[in-house]
């Protein structure tokens, strides 16, 4: 099976907090992705990796940085927290798309990150 | 540019009862793939079904089936007898080919089943 674990189910920072979010995942998935979920918003990418040290932006980057060192790890940063980025983090990943083949993302249970 | 519609915020039924969630999307790409997630409770979305854009045959797993129309651009998913386990979030989502892996998601369904 595949597993996608997030450092944190809660998190509570202050406002000006630097704060990391970790996921890792134990399948050897070149794709990771980091997404947020906001009611009547549904899920909105904010940065994914298809590689080792590779990074590209979602829709929704402002305020977040990315670092992936290792395949298997995939860590979403808020340099300076703010209360507007309130909300539940997700995790995924996913093997690399070959052709027209697509594959499935896998998800972790979630980050809910309240900045106060 | 992509977009998942799903226009149903909140479904509410009774046990038993069979239950339809409707999912429109728009895409330029003439290859794209097409899944449904669901979010119980406890807040891991489960994949449930991808579909590619020239398979166009409904499927049925168990309880659910999807009917999957390139007519309307729509992939509704239909659970038949509704158990209370299927209270959770649905969510649509759809990948493009010239997105590379990227899923758009809708803005998710809140299906509660009432015993």
């Known amino acids: 099976d595949v597993k996608v674990t997030q450092s944190s189910r809660y998190l509570v920072k202050r406002t000006g907090e630097k704060v990391f979010l970790e996921c890792v995942q134990d399948?050897?998935?070149?794709?990771m992705f980091w997404y947020r979920q906001d009611p009547g918003l549904g899920l909105r990418l904010i940065y994914f990796?298809?590689?080792?040290?590779?990074?590209e932006k979602g829709d929704i980057p402002e305020g977040y940085s990315v670092s992936r060192e290792k395949k298997e790890r995939f860590s979403l940063i808020l340099e300076s927290a703010s209360t507007n980025q309130t909300s539940m983090y997700l995790c995924?990943?996913?093997?690399?798309?070959?052709?027209?083949?697509?594959?499935?993302?896998?998800f972790g249970p979630g980050t809910r990150l309240t900045v106060l | 540019a992509q977009k998942v519609t799903q226009a149903q915020t909140e479904i509410s039924v009774v046990e038993k009862e069979d239950v339809t969630l409707d999912c429109v999307y728009e895409t330029r790409d003439t290859t794209y793939y097409l899944f449904w997630y669901k979010q119980p409770p406890s807040g891991e979305l489960v994949f449930l079904i991808r579909r590619n854009s020239f398979d166009e045959q409904n499927e049925i797993s168990g309880r659910y089936s999807w009917n999957f129309q390139k007519s309307t651009s729509s992939f509704n998913f239909t659970i038949t007898a509704s158990q209370v386990v299927d209270s959770a979030v649905y969510f649509c989502a759809l990948s493009g080919l010239n997105s590379g892996s990227r899923l758009t998601f809708g803005e998710g369904t809140q299906l509660t089943v009432n015993p």
């Open positions: 399948m050897d998935h070149e794709n």
């Open positions: 990796s298809y590689d080792v040290k590779m990074k």
């Open positions: 995924a990943s996913s093997l690399l798309a070959s052709g027209i083949i697509y594959n499935e993302q896998f």
